[in-house]
């Protein structure tokens, strides 16, 4: 069993930029993929980036040159680096695993994530 701990949101204007991080703990083995998702005021959980264990990324079309997912398997944390930030950002942001079987289920899928943490919110004014 993995427990997931999101930090580092938090209010700030458009342009500006946010790191989060996602602690993970609870099950030594670290062979997990590593996502971010997303969820907006009134709007679907959505997908954000996605990251396996050995750093290989997938990010959604709509943050692509923005935003950037990567993780420290020494430290068991998965980053969010977020930039060029745009009130469009505003929701809670998740973090969430799977155990790795490799990409061809496709990562942006939150029902087969086994892990979630409770969530950081981030807000873009």
């Known amino acids: 069993h993995v427990q997931l701990v999101e930090s580092g949101g938090g209010s700030v204007q458009a342009g500006g930029s946010l790191r989060l991080s996602c602690a993970a703990s609870g099950d030594a083995d670290r062979r997990y993929l590593m996502a971010w998702f997303r969820q907006a005021p009134g709007k679907e959980r959505e997908a954000v980036a996605a990251v396996d264990i050995d750093g290989n990324t997938r990010h959604a079309g709509s943050v692509k040159g923005r935003i950037t997912v990567s993780r420290d398997n020494a430290k068991n944390t998965l980053y969010l680096q977020m930039n060029s930030l745009n009130p469009d950002d505003t929701a809670m942001y998740y973090c969430?695993?799977?155990?790795?079987?490799?990409?061809?289920?496709?990562?942006?899928?939150?029902?087969?994530?086994?892990?979630w943490g409770q969530g950081t919110q981030v807000t873009v004014s």
């Open positions: 969430a695993a799977r155990h790795w079987f490799g990409w061809v289920e496709p990562w942006e899928d939150q029902s087969s994530y086994n892990y």
